[in-house]
């Protein structure tokens, strides 16, 4: 009898030793939804639809396409881009979808899921202004950028590293703010991601032009904070049937076809 208890206790000391081994490893569960963080002041990858109020773009769409993939409802958080990161650490959104270029710098500090789309760093500026074609030619010229962007980076390099004498660098909480001080000729260039250049030329024909070719070569995914692995490898699932099945490029053409 002593022996069957012994042996009894013995069991239930084993399966809790496994059990308490096992679960701290096992992945962290995945969210009740996917909540999504964005800037939606970057059209056509996040934007507010002017008649409708309707939160619209590329990777929204792509978001919510992800969500159905997945079986799982999203909320959209229309949220100010300085500070979109923390705002994530910080657990306001569990996903921040918004035009955001995989860094180096922010893969310290977020994970990044497989890239979605390309883009690249253009310089604009007014239409029929020909004096500059290159990041060289921004020497001496007043430049402006949506704060704490790839652009302001590039920018804020020409300047400090690479010896381009950029006279000053303007930096805007909105993208579509840089573009007003340009066309109010408070800049002479702005440094922006190349997509939103060419929806903001569609959009406001003979006012601005692209000055010479993308400079730089980016690539947008999705943030996640740092634990949340098992999210992260289901959207990236879902990203690669959602290309096999034709959806994505469907989004694509909504926003990026003729
Ligand atoms: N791609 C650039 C970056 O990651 C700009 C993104 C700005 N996004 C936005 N929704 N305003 O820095």
Redo the contacts with the bound molecule.
Sequence with gaps: MKKKLLFTGLVVVAVLVIVLLVLPRGQKALPEKIVVG??A??AP??YVDEITGELKGFDLDLMRAIGEELGMEVEIKNVA?DGIIPGLLSGNYNVIA????ITEERQEVVNFTDPYIN?GQVIVVRAGDDSITSPADLAGKKVAV?VN???DLKATEMMEEEGIAITEIRRFNN?PDAFLELMNGGVEAVVI?LGVAGEQFKATPGIYQMAGEPFTV?E?GFALRKSDTELLEKINAALVSLRSKGVYDEIYERYFGN
């Design positions: 964005s800037s002041d970057f990858f996040e881009w918004s035009g955001l270029t883009a949506q962007t790839t652009g993208a991601d980016e947008y």
